[in-house]
């Protein structure tokens, strides 16, 4: 720029353009610029063409600046464009000089080393904040015209649309910076979680991200570009790795776990989910794997495994005990309970009253301890794995009560029972359930007769049913007690039994997925419930 005449030259620096553009005052109409620029005596000069052709022309420039405004470009390229359009309206021979200052970079047309005095500019504006200006250096001497107010308005609404431009832009960045953070947010909590893998459609990986390499204990380089096979373990079968890969490959998820062998030769347990991508053909030609690693999980499990496989074993063991024991016991009792008896028939008229009441004790000892024996026996067979079968409860209820009927007449006693549903369960154990809470309530009796109920409540996924009676009851204290093994709140002199009946029945409930337990008040009776699921 020449100080003394204030004019730009084709060596004008950029800085030096935009210092000038910064100090000019907005932009001055046709008619002020008359006034402003060259006097009051002075009568610009009209341009060379038709009034009405150029109009099109600023009508067609205006339109060519809005369909650069929604494209997606640089705003290098957008105020290059926007430049070339105002040249293309201003056409002088080279006379006017459009440009553009916009956040520190400059855009404008190149002319010749000549002198322009005369500059119009308007400020771009974002937000009442100045961010650059367009402006228009044109030599009054040598242009035919600077255009009317149109002029100023087709500047004005140039500047107003790179201004919308840039905000929306502005908005855009700050958007693209937010999702940008987010995005950074969950990688990193997938890196916290999940293991994550890229390859191609070859199995070769293309990306693995920090959570993978810490498991595998290989670094990223030293995994970028080799076949994802690195990591195999040779513990999955041809069949279990063709399955997966023939799934993937057709375009589906795949879902397993992966037992991978990492760098240092150890071994680790993945949960695995592979997602394939689709080319426009629908073949696949890449894969996501997302992967938690369930080592521990895995261990656990083997462990629990091996426990059931150990304690299986041995509650086997132990009801081969149980029979074995209860059937050999059960010969020798028979043989001195027959001797005795034998001895008694024989030397009855011998004996005195003290040996017959001691050969008494051992008939009664020996009946006890088979009784004994038996309900052992049957608390142990409860264990024994047999089919679930569909159970007419209605009808196997009869069956136990034809069973119990001498008692049941002994004792006076009524029974009376719903309607019972029809369950999955063994029939069997249920008989055993049903004959000991019945005949429990028959032999624990008040006062009066025996009044024994068997219903059943409908739930939403089980059956309650109930053996309600009105006998002497149980005290609050006991209500667990009295399903253990061998736990008797009567003396025999009371009350006959071996204490074992109550620990069946809930063997039998255990054994089913079910629930018992009771509810009581001493000398009104006792309510023994036990629920069962509803068949599917």
């Known amino acids: 720029m020449d100080k003394a005449s204030g004019l730009i030259t084709k060596n004008s620096t950029t800085d030096q353009v935009s210092s000038l553009a910064v100090q000019q005052q907005p932009f001055i109409p046709t008619k002020k610029l008359k006034a402003a620029n060259l006097g009051g005596s002075y009568d610009p000069p009209r341009l060379q063409e038709d009034t009405s052709a150029a109009r099109l022309k600023k009508i067609a420039c205006l339109y060519a600046i809005s369909r650069e405004m929604i494209k997606d470009q640089t705003i290098e390229e957008l105020c290059s464009k926007l430049v070339k359009n105002m040249q293309a309206v201003w056409d002088q021979d080279g006379k006017v000089f459009p ?4 956040c520190g970079k400059h855009f ?96 070769i ?10 498991i595998c204990k290989y670094a990223a380089e030293e995994l970028i570009g080799q076949d994802i096979r690195i990591i195999n373990s040779n513990y999955h079968s041809q069949e279990f790795m063709r399955e997966m890969w023939n799934t993937i490959i057709q375009g589906k998820v795949w879902k397993g776990e992966f037992r991978n062998r990492a760098k240092d030769g150890s071994i680790y347990w993945l949960n695995t989910t592979i997602v394939p991508f689709r080319d426009d053909s629908g073949s696949a030609y890449r894969y996501v794997a997302i992967r938690t690693e369930v080592t521990e999980y895995k261990e656990m499990e083997q462990r629990m495994e091996e426990q059931v496989a150990e304690l299986a074993r041995s509650n086997d063991e132990l009801e081969q005990f149980a029979y074995v024991v209860t059937h050999d016991l059960q010969e020798p ?3 001195v309970s027959s001797f005795v008896q034998l001895l008694k028939r024989y030397c009855d008229q011998q004996l005195d009253r003290r040996a017959n009441e001691l050969i008494a004790n051992v008939i009664d000892g020996t009946s006890r301890m088979q009784l004994l024996i038996n ?3 049957t608390y142990a067979q409860v264990n024994t794995d047999q089919a679930m079968v569909d159970i007419d409860c209605s009808q196997l209820l009869k ?5 119990l009927s001498i008692i049941i007449n002994e004792n006076g006693a009524t029974i009376t029972y719903d309607s019972l549903p029809v369950i999955k369960g063994i029939p ?14 028959i032999k624990f009796r008040g006062r009066n007769p025996p009044e024994v109920h068997i219903g059943v409540k409908e739930e939403s996924i089980e059956w309650v049913f ?8 149980i005290e609050v204290q006991y209500w667990d007690r009295v399903f253990r093994v061998f736990q008797r709140l009567h003396s025999r002199k009371e009350y006959a039994g071996t204490g074992i009946g109550l620990a069946i029945c809930k063997k039998v409930i255990d054994q089913h997925k079910g629930r018992i337990w009771v509810k009581s008040e001493p000398n009104v009776g006792s309510v023994f419930y036990f629920t069962i699921a509803k068949i599917k």
């Open 108 to 203: 404008g047309c190149k002319g010749d080393d000549v002198v322009l005095p005369h500059q119009a500019s308007i400020p771009i504006v974002v937000n009442e904040k100045k961010y650059g200006h367009i402006y228009v250096y044109f030599d009054a001497d040598k242009v035919g015209s600077w255009e009317d107010e149109e002029d100023s308005v087709l500047l004005q609404n140039i500047a107003n649309d790179l201004g919308t431009w840039l905000a929306r832009m502005q908005a855009d960045n700050r958007l693209s910076v937010s999702r940008e953070k987010e995005i950074n947010i969950i990688a990193s909590v997938f890196d916290e979680h999940s293991s994550i893998t890229i390859t191609d459609k070859d199995g």
């Open 428 to 441: 069997f154990q249920f008989s055993q359930l049903f004959y000991n809470l019945i005949s429990n309530a």
């Open 399 to 403: 069956n136990v009560l034809t069973d």
């Open 333 to 335: 009792l028979r043989a």
């Open 375 to 377: 309900d052992l026996l």
């Open 466 to 473: 109930f053996v309600s009676d009105n006998g002497i009851g």
């Open 205 to 214: 990986i293309e990306y693995v991200n920090n959570k993978f390499c810490e």
């Open 99 to 102: 440009g553009i200052e916009i």
